[in-house]
């Protein structure tokens, strides 16, 4: 058996925790920039609004009913989800991390346990501990975990836990047969339509269907989603999660941006988080991309989108040196006369650290001593704390610097923004 836990409404409940005056009223979290809404609490949800919609094209009905917006507070979602996934391994000795906001347990052991009842002690202590609501599915599979989980979201009767080995045969097919093809986790939307032209509409359906015949008409991936919804195991846990094969940090500017200073400033502080995730992965890498771009939505302004990849003389996970290629790649790309819209880097080429090939010359692999210490003071005082000059000054407030206006304070991981009770 195993178990997916997963936070309900995550980013929302995250700031709902610690302003109690947003509980119960519709409230949405905004992209970079206060651009789309990504996360949308039940009342906003009721209300029709979809995933994705401008923050612009919904202020009318936000001043209708009272709709709160509030900028991605990266830091705390972050803190918050370690917290919770903290919390949740202590429920089993087998932990995978699927996202900021969901897990599977390995539930290998808990045969003599009503999965029910431990599924609500497991609801009962996050909300306690951290005040954030979850739900949880039981399943035979990690497949069947995912739809449990969305059968406990979705359907009032199950309370937030759903144990689908519990449920009589019967029950079970009703359950499947209710929930639409499109739900299933690996089908995606893009398979969604096919299936359903084929007349596969819903989870039973996909379960009963031929899964040979599906493997030749799609791939060995639906195949392997067909013998999971029918209780065989194929995909294991990863308590480890797998090595990135690529690292990418970008973002879509605050204001538009016309000089190379700005693009180089954004371009180094990109590299700069890249390279942090590098190293935290222990890999180095072989080459550098970077790419800029102008507004493709504005037609009315000159276009220019570029991108170019630098390869490194030697594999690095230096920060320095992985920035000194990507400013050599910038200076290339970069023309006068357009507003630049965007900037971002790739790392590319990954390898484990442990077992890079040196050059046949000796070339610079950079500092691992310095880069040791720049990581072990960023990860005690805050990101950002020591960074390369080129980044420049956070003060500045340059026209690139993502815009967040409606930023709740960072509660839990700025001494300045902790709560004080009184």
Request: glycine fraction near 10%; aromatic fraction near 8%.
């Amino acid at each position: 058996m195993f178990a997916l836990i997963d936070g309900n409404n995550f980013y929302v409940s995250c700031e709902r925790v610690f302003d109690p005056k947003l509980e119960g009223r519709p409230v949405v979290v905004l992209s970079n920039n206060d651009g789309c809404v990504v996360a949308r609490s039940q009342e906003v949800k009721a209300l029709g609004v979809k995933m994705g919609v401008p923050w612009f094209q919904l202020r009318d009905l936000a001043r209708q009913h009272g709709i709160v917006a509030k900028s991605s507070n990266y830091s705390l979602y972050g803190d918050m989800s370690a917290r919770m996934m903290a919390l949740l391994g202590r429920f089993s000795p087998e932990q995978e991390i699927y996202s900021i906001d969901e897990c599977f347990l390995g539930m290998k052991g808990f045969g003599h346990y009503d999965l029910t009842a431990y599924g609500q002690d497991i609801r009962a202590r996050v909300r306690q501990y951290l005040g954030l609501p979850v739900c949880v599915g039981f399943g035979a599979t990690k497949t069947l975990a995912k739809l449990a989980n969305h059968a406990a979201k979705k359907r009032p009767e199950f309370d937030g836990v759903c144990d689908l080995a519990a449920l009589s045969p019967v029950a079970q097919d009703t359950l499947l047969a209710s929930i639409d093809v499109g739900e299933v986790w690996g089908v995606g939307y893009r398979g969604t339509p096919r299936l359903k032209a084929l007349g596969i509409g819903n989870v039973k359906d996909l379960r009963d269907a031929d899964p040979k015949w599906l493997r030749r008409e799609f791939s060995v991936v639906l195949e392997r989603t067909v013998t999971e919804l029918r209780g065989i195991p194929c995909i294991d846990l990863e308590e480890a999660a797998p090595a990135k094969q690529q690292i990418m940090s970008s973002r879509a500017f605050g204001a538009y941006v016309y000089d190379l200073a700005g693009l180089e400033e954004a371009v180094t502080t990109y590299i700069g988080r890249a390279a942090e995730k590098l190293r935290r992965q222990g890999s180095v890498a072989g080459a550098v991309q970077v790419y800029v771009r102008t507004n493709p939505f504005k037609e009315d302004h000159p276009q220019y989108q570029r991108g170019l990849t630098v390869p490194l003389p030697d594999p690095s996970d230096d920060t320095r040196l992985l920035a000194r290629a990507a400013l050599a790649g910038l200076k290339r790309l970069y023309k006068p006369g357009y507003a630049y819209q965007k900037a971002g880097v790739m790392l590319l080429d990954l390898s484990d650290a442990r077992y890079t090939q040196g050059a046949l010359f000796e070339a610079d692999r950079g500092n691992p001593a310095l880069m040791r210490v720049m990581d072990r003071i960023n990860g005690l005082w805050g990101h950002g704390t020591l960074r390369l000059a080129a980044e420049g000054v956070p003060a500045s407030n340059r026209d690139w610097r993502m815009r967040r206006g409606m930023m709740s304070p960072c509660y839990t991981t700025r001494w300045a923004d902790i709560p004080r009770v009184s």
